[in-house]
């Protein structure tokens, strides 16, 4: 059994410790807001946050996360609250919607790492995090938004 | 012309309870000069067919007959709905529509969604779905007061009539036994309030908090999941494997051979991949086997020095060429498109370019 800690909640799982978190979300907890898309850390759509930091599911062992802070997009946008959730609402940023959860969990990282990103530092930092539709400018505003919510103490 | 229709009197009483004594709408278009559904009987499975739906709460729920793939299809339709309902917009709320043949293509038949075809196929049912539900709230408004219809006046959510108002949670009950309208008025294109207006997407906060359900996402008690390994090559095939390896891994219940190459079908997703990853698989790569990058683009290269298909010709272009007092060279390229490779899986040879 292989004890973890996810959204605040801790969960007994019987998996083989080499199985990716992504698969345990998805499949053991039944949190489907991550998503599968190459399943190499090429696109970002699986991106959960282990310490707070961004980390691609997809290829962590679920071994390596035991102990840790796990938080996924539903942990994450619970009470909708947080800042980069209300943002990406207020710029209607997703059109197919299927990689933002992952574009979420890298912005809110990466929010939480620099409060006030340039142009440059968002694309730096979401650079491994592919939108298909092509979204990109929507996101760019989002995360402005958001660092600027924040700036004013999470109101508006 | 479509013709909108009740569902029988008990069907329609019966899924006015089911759904807490609100109102459902049901139309259908007699596209083939048959009803494309008819009235069920009582004991029937309870399927709402219908376009939309208003509680006694005032929510209004728009059941979608489209696939929500990012175009947006979600906002358009009850857009649609909500120009002749005269609802509040805030009230909206969107359902994926069940499989049934009501929900049809109004063209092509069958219940499906493409070729960027669906406001423009549902831009008149959906308008007389919103006009009707808006006549039967306006008579249930109208027989209330006991006051001539066309004295009432619907906006907003609300029906009025001088200093009387009801709202469409208030009449929703009333109006579900109102006849349904056999024919109903559009609104002139000068009059739309929300249709042509930039309009937030309805999908967005299930999208953004991990709620919203992908095809991937839905689960049924008892699947199991198969990765499937495939050729390297576009129409490639098996020509021999050996599954003992993959077998051995624990989760993984069957190794089958299909068409597009050897599937392992396991407990979850991992114990699958791994087990795909065992498999010992001998190829036949088949005629395009040699297929590569810079081949095609040889191929292609080469073609464009050939002559080819005049689509059309007008004045002398060789002589103007030949005289011009300035010749410019250039090349253009585009990306190789996937669908074309899928194309050459189909017909087993490489896509050549048509000229």
Request: aromatic residues 6%; hydrophobic residues 40%; contains cysteine.
């Amino acid at each position: 059994m292989i004890s973890l800690k996810v959204n605040g909640k801790r969960y007994e799982i019987d998996v083989s410790s080499d199985t990716p978190l992504l698969w345990v979300i998805r499949e053991s907890l039944g949190l489907t807001g991550t998503k599968y898309g190459c399943g190499m850390a090429q696109c970002g759509v699986c991106t959960v946050h282990v310490n707070g930091r961004a980390v691609r599911s997809c290829v962590a062992p679920v071994s390596s996360v035991v102990g840790k802070d796990i938080v996924t997009i539903e942990g994450l946008a619970a009470g909708g609250s947080h800042p980069v959730y209300r943002a990406w609402i207020e710029e209607d940023v997703p059109q197919c919607g299927y990689c933002h959860s992952g574009q979420i969990m890298s912005a809110a990282a990466l929010l939480s790492e620099n409060p006030r990103p340039t142009d440059a530092d968002i694309d730096e930092a979401m650079s491994g995090n592919i939108c298909r539709c092509g979204t990109y400018q929507r996101i760019r505003r989002a995360i402005h938004r958001a660092a600027s919510i924040m700036a004013q103490g999470g109101k508006k | 012309m479509s013709e909108i229709i009740n569902l029988s009197r008990r069907v329609f009483l019966k899924t006015g309870v089911l759904i807490g004594g609100g109102l459902v709408l049901g139309v259908t278009l007699p596209t083939q000069r048959k009803r494309v559904y008819g009235a069920t009987g009582p004991e029937a499975p309870y399927t709402p067919k219908a376009f939309v739906r208003i509680g006694t709460d005032g929510v209004v729920t728009v059941i979608v007959n489209k696939s929500e793939m990012g175009q947006g299809v979600y906002t358009s339709l009850p857009m649609l709905v909500a120009e002749e309902l005269e609802c509040d917009w805030s009230k909206i709320r969107v359902e994926g529509a069940p499989v049934d043949p009501v929900y049809n293509h109004t063209v092509f038949g069958i219940q499906v969604t493409g070729g960027s075809t669906s406001v423009a196929t549902e831009w008149e049912r959906m308008r007389k779905v919103g006009a009707a539900a808006r006549e039967m709230l306006l008579g249930a408004a109208a027989d209330t007061w006991k006051v001539p219809k066309k004295t009432c006046r619907a906006q907003n959510g609300v029906v009025y009539h001088g200093s009387k108002k009801l709202s469409y949670g208030q009449l929703a009950k009333k109006a579900a036994s109102m006849p349904v309208p056999r024919k109903v008025s559009l609104k002139d294109p000068s009059a739309f309030k929300i249709i042509g207006k930039p309009t937030r997407r309805l999908d967005t906060p299930e999208k953004v908090d991990g709620k919203a359900i992908f095809g991937m996402d839905v689960t049924v008690t008892g699947t199991l999941v198969a990765v499937i390994a495939r050729c390297p090559v576009f129409g490639g095939k098996v020509k021999g494997f050996n599954g003992e390896k993959a077998k051995l891994i624990p989760g993984v219940r069957d190794i089958v051979q299909i068409e597009s190459g050897i599937a392992v079908v396991a407990d979850n997703f991992w114990s699958a991949h791994k087990g795909r990853n065992a498999l010992e698989i001998a190829w036949d790569e088949g005629p395009l086997a040699g297929l590569s990058t810079a081949g095609m683009r040889k191929e292609y290269a080469d073609l464009v020095k050939t002559p080819g298909t005049t689509a059309k010709k007008a004045g002398d272009p060789e002589n103007a060429m030949n005289t011009a007092a300035k010749k410019l060279t250039a090349e253009y390229e585009v990306p190789f498109w996937w669908i074309l490779g899928q194309q050459a899986a189909r017909s087993g040879q490489a896509p050549r370019s048509r000229r």
